[in-house]
């Protein structure tokens, strides 16, 4: 090959994988910007009773979980190349290996995610997938790209914008209202239908995984109780798997049977979503 075509391609491949990340990096940019500009507790109240009526879709968790790996997730820009099923097995493995006595946590990260068959009926992603936060409360100086808070009409509102804002000092997050989000979708489906086992640590582990100013400091402790305190450790054992183990092998034929036979003992039922 001519040198000077061979430098050329080389320079145009330079050029394109730069171009792509550019446009991956505005495009997180444009999603978080959403978020955080949009999620008020107006929105958080109308998202809850629109997906909170369950009328939506109807499938097991199995089902459920090939079914999400057909979306793109918004928020994982960066790493389309690991499809959600297949994350859903690592992070499942990861909690499995880490706390092997704990067989519903291994669950717990199976399904964290499911929360994103939103999606597929059309749901925009910045009310599906990213980071969560409290409203009708001051923000946290640790969300995600902070500067877009000051564009959400909540930051203006003096019923919100003071500690506790609508709430009482450590009220218990369970009566703290979250910005909408596949954590929360996830919880109220299994919440609604009773028919899940998860322990408490679970549940709450599956609502919160997205709000990092709760689980990884202590922005929100005036709105907890202690007991919340003490099931922030099961947030965290999620979060480590989640964020960092993305890359390990996995052959999901091998293991799936396991996981069944956890769907069986803590989620049987078809599920109304
Ligand atoms: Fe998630
Ligand atoms: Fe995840």
């Known amino acids: 090959m001519n040198v000077y075509i061979l430098l050329g391609f080389i ?4 050029y394109s994988i730069h171009a792509s990340n550019q446009n991956i990096q ?3 940019k444009q999603l978080y910007y959403d978020i955080n500009s949009k999620h008020t507790v107006e929105l958080a109240k109308e998202l809850k009773d629109k997906w909170c009526k369950f009328n939506t879709y109807n499938f097991t968790i199995m089902e459920a979980l090939d079914i999400i790996d057909t979306v ?29 006595r704990e067989d519903w946590l291994h669950l717990v990260g199976l399904i964290h995610d499911l929360g ?19 409203v009708g409360c001051p923000f946290s100086t640790h969300i995600v790209y902070p500067e877009a808070l000051q564009d ?21 997050l369970d009566k703290v209202l979250m910005s909408w989000s596949h ?37 929100y402790d005036y709105l907890c109780t202690q007991e919340d305190l003490d099931m922030k450790y099961w ?39």
């Open 235 to 273: 947030i965290q054992q999620l979060n480590l798997c989640d964020k960092f183990d993305k890359h390990s092998e996995i052959n999901i034929d091998d293991i799936q049977p396991y996981y069944e036979t956890l769907v069986q003992k803590y989620v049987p039922e078809n599920l109304e979503w």
């Open 26 to 28: 505005d495009m997180r």
């Open 72 to 100: 793109n997730d918004a928020s994982a820009f960066a790493d389309i190349s690991n499809h959600n099923k297949m994350h859903a097995y690592q992070v499942a493995e990861c909690l499995r290996k880490n706390h092997p």
């Open 116 to 134: 994103k068959v939103m999606l597929l009926s059309g749901e925009e992603p910045w009310k599906v997938v990213g980071n969560t936060f409290p």
């Open 11 to 14: 320079v145009c491949c330079i």
């Open 152 to 172: 959400n009409p909540d930051a203006n509102n003096v019923l919100y914008n003071t500690k506790p804002g609508m709430y009482e000092n450590n009220i218990g």
């Open 183 to 219: 954590d929360e979708y996830l919880y109220h489906v299994l919440m609604n239908h009773k028919q899940s086992n998860i322990p408490k640590e679970g549940l709450f582990a599956i609502r919160y995984h997205s709000c990092a100013p709760l689980h990884s400091y202590t922005d």
